[in-house]
C-alpha cells in the first residue's frame, strides 16, 4: 500500500491527520488522481490536475476559460 500522510502538528482536541492509501499496482495516472484528493483534503484548492511533466522549464503555459494564461504545471 502506498499512504500520503499530513499531520497538522497540534497535539489536543484539534489534532488533525489526513491519510490517503492507495493500492500499490495503481498506474502513474491513478497515483496522481489519488495525490490530488490528498492536497484537497488537506485544504488546497486548484484548477486543473496533477500532471507528470518531462520538463519542467518547458511547460506550456495553458489559457483560461477568462482568457488568462497560467503556467502549465
Known amino acids: 500500500m ?8 497540534i497535539i489536543g ?3 488533525v491527520t489526513v491519510s490517503v492509501t492507495v493500492e500499490p499496482h495503481l498506474n502513474l495516472t491513478d497515483m496522481c488522481e ?6 484537497r483534503a488537506c485544504g488546497y484548492y486548484f484548477d486543473g490536475h496533477v500532471e507528470i511533466v518531462d520538463d519542467f522549464d518547458n511547460c506550456k503555459n495553458t489559457e483560461t476559460e477568462d ?6 504545471i
Open 2 to 9: 502506498n499512504t500520503f500522510t499530513v499531520k497538522n502538528g
Open 13 to 15: 482536541p484539534e489534532s
Open 34 to 39: 489519488a495525490f490530488e484528493r490528498f492536497l
Open 67 to 72: 482568457g488568462e494564461e497560467e503556467d502549465g
